[in-house]
Nanobody, 120 residues
Framework: QVQLVESGGGLVQAGGSLRLSCAASGSIFSIHTMGWYRQAPGKQRELVATTTSGGNINYADSVKGRFTISRDNAKNMVYLQMESLRSEDTAVYYC??????????????WGQGTQVTVSS
């Protein structure tokens, strides 16, 4: 079992900044992926950014150059620094951890979600 606890969401003006944090605990394997997804009203959940335990990073095109994902492997934490926020960034943001043991199917764990609202 893995638990994810998020913090840092809130209301911010367009052009502003916000930093999200996610703390993971439980049975976390050495090799795993952590990241952020978001879902706006009436839209599908979409990937924002992911990072592997080895340091590989992937961003959605819509956030490249504005968002930065980082992690602390020793603390099992992942962060999302968001800059130059736009109204279209408004969504519920979810922390994700994915891992597998031996040949088992990959298991994904999710945080409770944190609301980010950007006013225009």
């Amino acid at each position: 079992q893995v638990q994810l606890v998020e913090s840092g969401g809130g209301l911010v003006q367009a052009g502003g900044s916000l930093r999200l944090s996610c703390a993971a605990s439980g049975s976390i394997f050495s090799i795993h992926t952590m990241g952020w997804y978001r879902q706006a009203p009436g839209k599908q959940r979409e990937l924002v950014a992911t990072t592997t335990s080895g340091g590989n990073i992937n961003y959605a095109d819509s956030v490249k150059g504005r968002f930065t994902i980082s992690r602390d492997n020793a603390k099992n934490m992942v962060y999302l620094q968001m800059e130059s926020l736009r109204s279209e960034d408004t969504a519920v943001y979810y922390c994700n951890l994915g891992q597998r043991r031996l040949a088992a199917t990959r298991r994904d764990y999710w945080g409770q979600g944190t609301q980010v609202t950007v006013s225009s």
